[in-house]
């Protein structure tokens, strides 16, 4: 909320790419959304489709079928026909900078227990996008933080805004 409020702007108006759909993401996730309903008046749905969760089987969305798609998650499946001439790979899973470059995410989650997963052409393709990102590396302990706050403030030219689960 705070990172929000330094960029003058509504948590309606953000985009979240949430990397890691455990019961920690997804615990994150319902609490942003029902802020959104809560604060700013969106109805549940829309709320909604403000998120872009990915799991070990890339992003979530229509065609990975009922049994690779964890109970709870189901509201926030994203349909297969917004991501037709994306490139997936070969099991036909888009990936993490797949998905920040054509969502141009303000805000990237990650709770996916992947160290280093917030690769440097990830966390540069999501500068592109917004002026103020919002990173927030927060798998613990440090070696599996998805990003140093070094490496995402350097990325970023300083731009960053960053928290983290655990100490730097």
Not at 23 to 31: D, E
Not at 53 to 82: M, T
Not at 104 to 113: A, E, F, R
Request: overall charge negative; proline content about 4%; some cysteine.
């Amino acid at each position: 909320m705070s990172a929000v409020g330094v960029t003058k702007s509504r948590l309606a108006d953000q985009r979240f790419v949430v990397f890691g759909a455990g019961s920690a993401g997804l615990g994150i996730t319902r609490q942003l959304r029902d802020g959104i309903v809560a604060i700013d008046g969106l109805d549940r749905e829309e709320a909604n489709k403000k998120f872009y969760l990915i799991d070990r089987y890339g992003l979530i969305k229509q065609s990975l079928g009922a049994e690779n798609i964890r109970e709870g998650i189901q509201e926030f499946v994203r349909p297969d026909s917004e991501w037709e001439g994306v490139g997936a790979n070969e099991q036909g899973a888009i990936g993490l900078l797949e998905v920040v470059r054509k969502v141009k995410p303000t805000v990237l989650i990650g709770c996916s227990t992947q160290g280093g997963a917030f690769t440097e052409a990830v966390v540069r393709a999501m500068a592109e996008g917004t002026e103020r990102p919002i990173i927030l590396p927060l798998s613990n302990p440090s070696r599996l933080h998805e990003v140093t706050p070094q490496d995402a403030t350097d990325w970023t030219g300083g731009r960053a805004l960053l928290a983290t689960g655990s100490p730097f």
